[in-house]
């Protein structure tokens, strides 16, 4: 079977199509650099490095990986100082250290998944999950669904989890991204999909989806990655209109952006 390139994925859909009320920080310059240009030195460069909420978000999911990876970790007093040790916490810089040190507080206090049968937990760098290779009509595509947490509710469901750090809020399409794919990796079980933030230490409600709302996200990511398939032609045949096909929006999100250093429409204030 031919290998297929094509695909989605929450992240791809995240940079055609910001969250409502997120629509002004929106760049599709940057999805330019991240998906048309990462083969460039520069932007390769850029790519691989973790700015400061990244790897909060990395700490904070490896740490709930070791709390349950030694069964009894979570009984320990010195847990966190132990958890701490084992991610090399102390070779972050210091706020990410004192954020991390947070949610580590919070999780050993708080570990929600302490009597929960887990039936996956992601220890946040094991890389792209296997695809689930998607039909949508005479389209086919790789569905790519990175699921933190998997664990079955006391009815038989499954709850798909994922665990948020900072202060951006839950964005519900991502979840029905993943009951989507919970459609396909166990298609006879009922699911239901949960965000919680493991700073904040609030749960979501939980995501339920219909058939039908199915049946529209995946017409969507269909859609999605077609598009983005072809202007990744576009750009191969003319990397010239680079910001034609990929129009920037500078402003306040070019003080959080990755490429902010190479990009010539950066606002500087932004960053100052």
Request: hydrophobic share 40%.
């Amino acid at each position: 079977m031919a290998k297929i390139w094509d695909f989605a994925s929450y992240n791809l859909l995240y940079l055609h199509s910001p969250p409502v009320g997120l629509e002004h920080l929106h760049c599709d310059m940057k999805r330019g650099f991240t998906k048309a240009r990462k083969g460039e030195p520069e932007v390769a460069e850029l790519l691989e490095k973790d700015n400061i909420y990244q790897r909060i978000g990395l700490l904070a999911q490896k740490g709930v990986w070791e709390f349950h990876h030694d069964c009894l970790m979570l009984s320990r007093r010195d847990a966190v100082k132990q958890v701490a040790e084992i991610i090399q916490l102390n070779q972050e810089v210091d706020l990410v250290q004192e954020r991390v040190i947070k949610i580590l507080d919070n999780y050993h206090n708080h570990p929600i998944l302490w009597d929960k049968n887990i039936i996956q937990l992601s220890r946040g760098d094991e890389g792209f999950p296997e695809p689930i290779l998607i039909h949508q009509g005479s389209y086919q595509f790789n569905l790519y669904a990175a699921i933190d947490c998997i664990f079955m509710e006391e009815d038989g469901s499954l709850n798909i989890l994922d665990l948020k750090t900072g202060k951006t809020g839950f964005d519900k399409r991502q979840g029905y991204i993943y009951l989507l794919a919970a459609s396909y990796l166990y298609p006879n079980q009922k699911a239901v999909a949960s965000f919680y933030n493991l700073e904040t230490c609030q749960w979501s409600e939980k995501i339920t989806a219909s058939p039908e709302t199915l049946q529209c996200i995946l017409i969507e990511l269909s859609r999605v990655s077609q598009q983005h398939q072809k202007l990744l032609r576009l750009y191969r045949n003319n990397p010239a209109d680079f910001k034609k096909i990929f129009p920037p929006n500078p402003g306040i999100s070019c003080r959080y952006c990755a490429f902010n250093s190479i990009c010539e429409f950066t606002v500087d204030e932004a960053i100052a």
